[in-house]
């Protein structure tokens, strides 16, 4: 990544100031209370006296019911704000705005390299062009509810592990030329390990295989020699995992169209598929 050495304290200076602006829009609503899922699902921190030994800490974190995974990384988070309840939700909504942050953070370094790999990081534009895409995604009002809510960092660091294995994806991408066996380590660490914590994290990060595939068939494939070893790695870290993605939402969503059409004793033959 060749930047000139006047623009990396620009760069750096305008992010800092880019981040303590979203964190001065976000401050008034820390201030706020909990909200409609905030309730049933950190009312378990209560439980048994609050999370203070092994037991609790285990019912908390893996007995999760939001969703088939159970979210135990988001759930594990909110132990950093408390462990009992009820408790201030002040510390939830601060939590989440770094996370926002970080977020902001992680997109705006995918963008450079996204930038990098199409080879176009040769002017000072590219890096504003990264600024803006980045400042744009922590300034809409669009995430405001996502961010200020506390049960939504679910979602968030989703966003977060989504965003860390396309990060590590375009940077192995970057080295496969010069170093083909440290570049798909990268990269398949980025897809394997940011897939499980973000669908830990929500169910919806499971797409990260799908989303890069995407970028293969764009990007890359447009500014790359594609190797056999290449279509070999993108089939066997991507596209599988895709197509067994879309099998289990397929027979997961004819188990819900088949329970709606079912007679009502018929409920635990549906349940079994």
């Known amino acids: 990544m060749s930047v000139s050495r006047y623009k990396l304290p620009l760069a750096a200076l305008s992010w800092m100031l880019l981040l303590l602006l979203a964190f001065g829009v976000y401050f008034p609503g820390l201030h706020g209370s909990f909200l409609f899922d905030d309730y049933p699902n950190l009312k378990a921190l209560g439980l048994y ?4 030994n092994w037991e609790t800490f ?12 159970g979210r135990p990384v988001s759930l594990l ?71 200020l809510y506390i049960i939504q960092r679910m979602a968030m ?14 940077y192995g991408r ?4 010069a170093t083909p066996k440290i570049g798909y380590a990268y990269m398949t660490v980025g897809v394997g390990l940011g897939t499980v914590l973000a669908t830990f994290s929500k169910e919806n990060g499971a797409v990260l295989a799908l989303l890069l595939l995407c970028l293969e068939a764009t990007i890359v494939r447009a500014n ?18 895709s197509i067994a993605l879309a099998f289990l939402l397929l027979k997961g969503q004819s188990c819900t169209v088949g329970f709606r059409t079912m007679e009502p004793g018929t409920f635990r033959r549906m349940n079994d598929c």
């Open 49 to 52: 006296g609050g999370v203070s």
């Open 58 to 69: 285990y019912s908390f974190v893996f007995g999760g019911f939001s969703g088939p995974t």
């Open 77 to 147: 988070t909110f132990l950093l704000n408390a462990n009992n309840w009820p408790a201030d939700p002040f510390y939830f909504k601060y939590t989440n705005v770094l996370i926002h942050l970080l977020n902001g953070t992680l997109l705006f370094a995918v963008t450079l390299q996204v930038l990098q790999l199409r080879g176009s990081l040769k002017s000072h534009r590219d890096i504003w062009v990264a600024l803006m895409v980045a400042g744009l995604w922590l300034l809409h009002p669009y995430l405001t509810s996502t961010t």
């Open 157 to 170: 660091l989703s966003a977060t592990f989504c965003l860390a294995g396309i990060w590590l994806y375009l």
């Open 174 to 177: 970057s080295r496969v030329m």
């Open 224 to 241: 790359s020699r594609l190797s056999p070893l290449n279509q070999l790695w993108k089939w066997a870290v991507l596209a599988l995992p």
